[in-house]
């Protein structure tokens, strides 16, 4: 048993060492430029940011408690954002494990529960890749360890663990309404999976009625705290899910191939329901699976955002199962399965060492599974300034603002930008063929255009245009003359 505990803890603690490699790497692809954008203004103003990607006075979900701390860090030790940003990984990745051992303690004393639980939560997924922020796979982590949707989870491990002790008197539920309230704030997903876990804690705990208006005064106080964030309306937020559904359909697509693994933590929970039929796992699998299976039956993609809220337990079963109260013998079969199910997670997301190493040192069979990380748009730092409005189609401008710019139409859905609709439709119409020259001068002067940036010689010729770089991939960035 000692040495299947040391073998446990090892991989865990390189599987920690791996994502630490990837902090400082900090690979760019997906989201990081709203995040790096949302410092970067915060930087500026902490008590006026302004929208983050376009030269707009509007609030943003994207202004959290975290945020702000983050932007308050620039803002005080003059840290380059994407510094601020590795520091933030350091900090959310540490809070992400601490939450792990917590919960996972209040559910098991075994001392290998804890390592081998972080192991199911990154490798115990599928064979298919798949990343998204707010699932825990390793690759997912690898590529968002820098998103509030890290700390967010980490900090609802310590909301589910915080209950969970005995007594849980009435400033314990206080505190967890604050949390709650923090955890929404931080990354709204994941406050749903942290809802729906509390929601779990309180069920199998077979709470009377003392602690039901314990957590109703929690809630209340946490309701108040997401009243009072200055930022934005979150409950405003309310309305948006709608706009959201078309972003989140892939959710629903590869189910198999992405999480087939999963359903080793699956049988461990029909164990789990067999000896408990109140056992929080299992209740927190059924409300998480039931909101997601909701999402696809009525067409709400966005719910599927809450899938989190039914791997997280089934994972959790699978390790637990392992050093759980069954016969030697029971645990041995559980223990193999696991680890061919954990090898198998692990080849599978083996392209993500190409993140933390170079990928000449990778064997050509996990090479080929590495997947390029974007550029990035550093190159036109040097001429373009900050607060400058930068004309670009959509995915340079999930990228650009992150360097302190603006573009004309936000790379991201944002529900409090009223106009977005016309401003993407200005895009379109600029960089469309044919476009007369006075059109292009319009938008131009209508959004206060300095730059344009453009894949390719599209643009070349065009009337008050100046080339000034090319970049990587054949764009190009033009000086905006006439």
């Known amino acids: 048993m000692t040495g299947r505990l040391w073998t446990t803890r090892v991989a865990a603690l390189v599987l920690l060492l791996l994502l630490l490699l990837a902090v400082v790497r900090l690979p760019w692809a997906g989201d990081l430029g709203i995040h790096a954008a949302t410092v970067e203004r915060l930087r500026h103003s902490l008590t006026d940011p302004g929208n983050p990607l376009v030269d707009a006075d509007t609030p943003s979900p994207y202004y959290s408690p975290w945020t702000v701390l983050l932007g308050a860090l620039a803002e005080l030790t003059g840290f380059s954002v994407f510094v601020v940003l590795r520091i933030g990984a350091l900090m959310a990745l540490g809070v992400l494990t601490t939450g792990v051992w917590r919960y996972v303690r209040t559910l098991s004393g075994h001392p290998a529960a804890p390592p081998l639980a972080l192991l199911c939560l990154v490798l115990l997924w599928g064979t298919e890749e798949f990343s998204w922020s707010g699932f825990l796979g390793f690759h997912s982590l690898a590529l968002t360890v820098a998103y509030p949707s890290v700390l967010a989870l980490g900090l609802a491990f310590h909301l589910w663990a915080w209950p969970a002790r005995r007594p849980a008197g009435r400033w314990v539920w206080a505190g967890c309404g604050v949390l709650w309230a923090v955890i929404l704030l931080v990354h709204q997903f994941s406050g749903v999976v942290a809802s729906l876990g509390v929601l779990a804690v309180v069920l199998g705990s077979r709470a009377g009625w003392r602690v039901w208006g314990r957590l109703g005064a929690g809630l209340v106080l946490g309701l108040v705290v997401l009243w009072a964030w200055p930022y934005y309306d979150f409950f405003a937020l309310l309305g948006a899910g709608d706009g959201m559904d078309a972003v989140h359909r892939s959710l629903y697509r590869e189910l198999p191939g992405r999480y087939w693994l999963v359903l080793v933590g699956v049988a461990a929970l029909g164990v789990r329901w067999w000896r408990n039929r109140r056992d929080v796992l299992v209740l927190f699998f059924a409300l998480g699976a039931v909101v997601f299976v909701a999402g696809g039956v009525t067409g709400h993609w966005s719910w599927g955002r809450a899938l989190p809220a039914a791997l997280i337990p089934a994972q959790l079963a699978a390790a637990l199962e392992v050093v759980g109260p069954g016969r030697r013998a029971a645990r041995t079969v559980w223990a193999c399965v696991l680890g061919a199910a954990l090898a198998a997670g692990a080849w599978a997301q083996a392209g993500t060492l190409g993140y933390v190493v170079d990928r000449g040192l990778l ?65 379109r119409a600029y960089f469309s063929e044919g476009a007369e020259g006075s059109v292009r001068r319009g938008i131009l002067r209508e959004y206060g255009v300095r730059w344009v940036v453009d894949r390719g010689d599209g643009l070349r010729g065009v009337e008050g245009l100046r080339v000034v770089a090319r970049g990587p991939g054949g764009e190009v960035l033009y000086a905006v003359v006439g």
């Open 363 to 427: 064997p050509g069979v996990v090479e080929a599974k590495y997947r390029e990380p974007w550029a990035g748009y550093r190159w036109i730092t040097p001429w373009v300034g900050y607060g400058d409005v930068v004309m670009a189609r959509k995915f340079p401008s999930r990228q650009i603002p992150a360097y302190g710019a603006y573009t004309v139409a936000p790379g991201y859905p944002d529900f409090f930008l009223r106009d977005e609709g016309e401003r993407a439709g200005a895009v």
